[in-house]
């Protein structure tokens, strides 16, 4: 056996006989400890009530610059309108004799001083509502029964598309003759004016309705009548809508015709009579008050509408 065996053997004797350490149950233990990262969230200010957007600002943030556009494009043609006239523009379009702006207003502004225009204003207006209530209420109800039934549409149809293309000027004598009162003759023609959109829109909408739609409902039971309130109405609401602002604007159209030639009040019959006592800014104050009220009776019946409208898809525009 060689020295290192040797000493080896010697070392672990040594070991074996030392006495062992006592163990000290009092003395204070290590603890290990281990540091983990904090996952809590560091706490946000919280935002005041008053930083929180209002219907205003999301809507000037959606729509602000819509409208915008849509001023500045009105101010521009004021602008070209008021330098043609200003300079006597003359090719192929005569603006010699075209009151400039500045002149309307100031025309315009007179007028609104006294009360003779308001009531122009307010004659139209009634006669506007009158003839447009009758006009909605048998166009959607004669267009519901032509879209849904054949024997509707061939008997109805021929009398429409007669009738249809005869202007509202054309109706006024006939109109003289057959009612007792003027106010009944504007009524009247007003009202031709506006039915025949809201029928021909109403039977389109009715006719595309999905076929596929309405075998489901027959199928699960559905009556007639639920069928119509439930899936045909729904699904033909955007063209009635749209028959509705269009028959709106040709309603104001027919009433010009009508107050032009057989009225004592209203703003047809004042741009007329402008026209006739040579007085060419309220020709255009005439004309300007009835484009801004066919506009404003449109919004109306669009916003009207939109409840009813709810589930159709926003299109998509650039």
């Known amino acids: ?70 001023i500045m494009a009105l101010v521009v043609a004021v602008l070209l309108w008021e330098m043609a006239s200003g300079n006597g523009f003359h090719f192929y379009i005569n603006f010699e004799n075209i009151p400039a702006p500045s002149v309307v207003g100031a025309a315009l502004g007179a007028e609104l001083a006294g009360e003779e225009f308001y009531l122009h204003i307010l004659h139209s207006l009634e006669r506007v509502a009158i003839a447009y209530v009758m006009a909605v209420v048998l166009g959607v109800v004669i267009g519901i029964a032509m879209g849904r039934s054949r024997w509707a549409e061939d008997i109805i ?65 559905a009556s007639r009548t639920a069928i119509l309130w439930h899936v045909v109405l729904p699904g033909a609401m955007p063209s009635i809508v749209a028959g509705l602002a269009i028959g709106m604007g040709v309603a104001w159209f027919s009433l010009l015709a009508g107050e032009i030639i057989s009225g004592q009040y209203g703003i047809g019959y004042y741009t007329w009579n402008s026209y006739t006592l040579i007085q060419y800014p309220q020709i255009i104050i005439g004309m300007l008050t009835i484009g801004g009220l066919g506009t404003l009776c449109t919004l109306l019946v669009r916003k009207g509408c939109s409840p009813l409208l709810k589930w159709q898809a926003k299109g998509g525009r650039s």
């Open 157 to 221: 149809l021929p009398y429409i598309e007669l009738l249809r293309p005869i202007p509202a000027v054309a109706w006024i004598p006939l109109a003289i003759l057959m009612l007792p009162t003027e106010q009944s003759s504007i009524v009247f023609i007003t009202f031709l004016g506006a039915l025949f959109p809201v029928i021909l829109n109403t039977v389109h909408g009715v006719e595309q309705t999905n076929g596929l739609l309405v075998r489901a409902a027959r199928s699960l039971g």
């Open 1 to 70: 056996m060689d020295s290192n065996s040797n000493a080896a053997i010697r070392t672990d004797e040594a070991l074996a006989d030392a006495p062992a350490e006592p163990y000290d149950h009092k003395a204070p233990k290590e603890t290990l400890t281990v540091s983990t990262p904090s996952t809590s969230t560091p706490e946000l200010p919280e935002e005041s009530p008053s930083a929180a957007p209002t219907p205003m600002m999301i809507w000037m943030k959606r729509s602000g610059p819509r409208y915008l556009v849509r």
